[in-house]
């Protein structure tokens, strides 16, 4: 049974079942905590990708394998600029002292969040990290008055949109342009997500 408890100051304290209790602390980044901020490895294989197709009146995708799986390793953005600003957030999961996940979001001008970097350690995925940073951000937001988180993946990405899809976030579109000119990514699709918050 999964069950989590807001806590003051954007923590959680967030328990897995009686048979493999997990106490993930959600902390929202400070100066003092900055040699933690993009700490997580960002390698994976690259072993399918997803289709974006019409369904109905909007968009899912289908998961086609890549004929030859390769290793991606993307390079950490400079996300300590975001540190004490007001608009914006980062939070860091972590098990124990052992940093587990973080998530970026920043108010846009839309006056939506946009949602970025959300990672989890590869020895720790499929046991709720995601869904608790996700879970914090829509607290966040809401905070702030906003109702709407935006996210982007690319078609490589096919964890993070199976999490963003079972999250309850909608495709708004693709862009098969937008990757071109970046080395490593150019025949990727971005993939632009949507969650409308109550």
Known sequence: MLTSTFLPGFAYHMSVDNMTE????????TPELAQYVDGLRSNYIVNARVKVSACGD??????DSVEHPYEKVEDSHPDLAYIGREDAVIFL????DQ??????????RNHMVRVWEL???HGHRHRGIATTLMNTVREWALARGLHWLRAETQDIHVTA?????DYGFTIGGIDRL???ATPGS???????WYLELP
């Open 178 to 180: 937008y990757m071109c």
């Open 99 to 108: 940093l587990v996940g973080q998530v970026c979001a920043q108010e846009d």
């Open 58 to 63: 909007g968009l899912d995708f289908d998961v």
């Open 186 to 192: 150019e025949d990727e699709i971005a993939i632009a």
């Open 93 to 96: 999961a972590f098990v124990g």
């Open 161 to 165: 949109c199976m999490f963003y899809r």
């Open 119 to 121: 990672r989890v350690e």
């Open 22 to 29: 997990l106490d993930i602390r959600i902390v929202r980044a």
